[in-house]
């Protein structure tokens, strides 16, 4: 029963895999982890086809599968369009369904199917953030024009909780309508999928779809890239949904925002990975980025396409393997160019890049900021 569920979730031939490796060459946590796609892809093969001239592939002795960020460098740089990504997300949830889960990443799982959120706190601490901010909740009395769907992290962690701030603030100062969920919100289940949890996202993709009829949702905007490409690409309906950079740098091109401020500092852009390698979206966080007043920009060395992950996605803001972070990496390449903010557009980029900045010693050299901090400062 297991095989027959991997091969329908793959849907994948994978003869046209020609074990290059480029995948596993490409992955950003194999170097410190046993993770190797190019084998997976293999032992996979052999797991659902008839064949048995290979060694059975035993998942349950496969931890390093809970190392993958869901990056998807593996698969954008697949030169015969395969997708390893998919298959590690397949291979997870058998594990999940034989319950050979990370305690961590476990209690993430249980925190969603009870609380709505990873963190397992409780919903009715979801709209505190909001405190003296200008907001206004969903009510069935009218339908909302634009939802600002707020997510997980930047409702609970207290840092990102900045960010959700700014992007009211900002969006109260264009003199723009919109409502949020408050309470009502609960989890997108991008990183429930990532992790393998199909029945579990299922349920949340339902319960949200139908939190968006209930409230005749007509377009929504998301703090996080997750968020948005879960609404985009993995509930099933086709939703009017942008990212903020997107929003904002929309925004830019009708004029119809205007700085009042600079801020003169060296800032460079750390790509979030659901935003780039996973939806091409590069050039409106940079458009918002090169308009705000005073700011000099300088592009990382691997940047772009060729963006490292901050090691935040898939499950990883919960589970940690052993080796220096890739965020610290990351806030090296920062001071090289000269940076003196490394500027996000992801809460995990933001948290994790807070995280690496003290524990690299940094603190007094560099800071990270998201897009809509440096907005809100300059409007």
């Not at 993770?35 to 390093?64: C, D, V, W």
Request: glycine share 8%; charged share 25%.
């Amino acid at each position: 029963m297991a095989m027959e569920e991997l091969a329908a979730i793959k849907k994948l031939d994978f003869n046209m895999c020609m074990q290059c490796g480029k995948c596993t060459g490409s992955c950003p946590v194999s170097p410190k982890s046993k993770l190797n796609p190019r084998r997976f892809m293999l032992e996979t093969a052999y797991l659902i086809s008839p064949l048995t001239m290979h060694p059975p592939l035993n998942i349950q002795e496969k931890g390093e599968l809970w190392d993958c960020t869901t990056c998807s460098t593996c698969s954008y740089r697949c030169p015969r369009e395969v997708k390893p990504m998919d298959v590690l997300i397949g291979l997870r949830s058998l594990l999940v369904e034989a319950g050979n889960v990370p305690s961590t990443l476990g209690d993430a799982l249980e925190g969603v199917y009870k609380y709505g959120n990873p963190w397992g706190l409780s919903r009715s601490k979801r709209q505190e953030w909001t405190q003296d901010l200008k907001v206004k909740y969903a009510s069935e009395e009218e339908k909302i024009d634009l939802l600002y769907f707020v997510g997980c992290a930047a409702s609970y962690d207290s840092r990102a909780q900045v960010v959700a701030r700014a992007i009211v603030k900002n969006l109260n100062a264009l003199s723009i309508d919109f409502s949020i969920l408050g309470n009502k919100e609960t989890c997108c289940g991008n990183e429930i999928i990532s992790l393998g949890e199909k029945g579990l996202f299922e349920e949340i993709a339902g319960n949200n779809l139908a939190l968006f009829d209930r409230y005749g949702v007509q377009k929504i905007v998301t703090t996080s890239p997750h968020c948005f490409h879960a609404f985009k690409s993995r509930y099933g309906r086709e939703l009017a949904v942008k990212h903020y950079t997107q929003y904002f740098a929309d925004l830019i091109d009708e004029e119809k925002i205007r700085f009042s401020g600079k801020i003169g500092k060296v800032v460079t852009y750390q790509d979030p990975c659901f935003l780039g390698k996973h939806n091409d979206i590069y050039d409106e966080p940079r458009k918002i980025i090169e308009s705000i007043p005073g700011l000099r920009f300088e592009e990382l060395g691997r940047s772009g396409k060729r963006s490292v992950c901050c090691e935040g996605g898939g499950g990883r803001m919960w589970y940690d393997i052993p080796g220096e972070r890739l965020a610290e990496d990351r806030v090296r390449e920062a001071l090289d160019v000269g940076a003196e903010i490394i500027v996000v557009a992801c809460p995990f980029c933001l948290l994790t890049f807070d995280d690496a900045i003290k524990t690299s010693g940094n603190e007094e050299r560099i800071q990270v900021k998201d897009i809509m901090e440096l907005v809100a400062e300059t409007l």
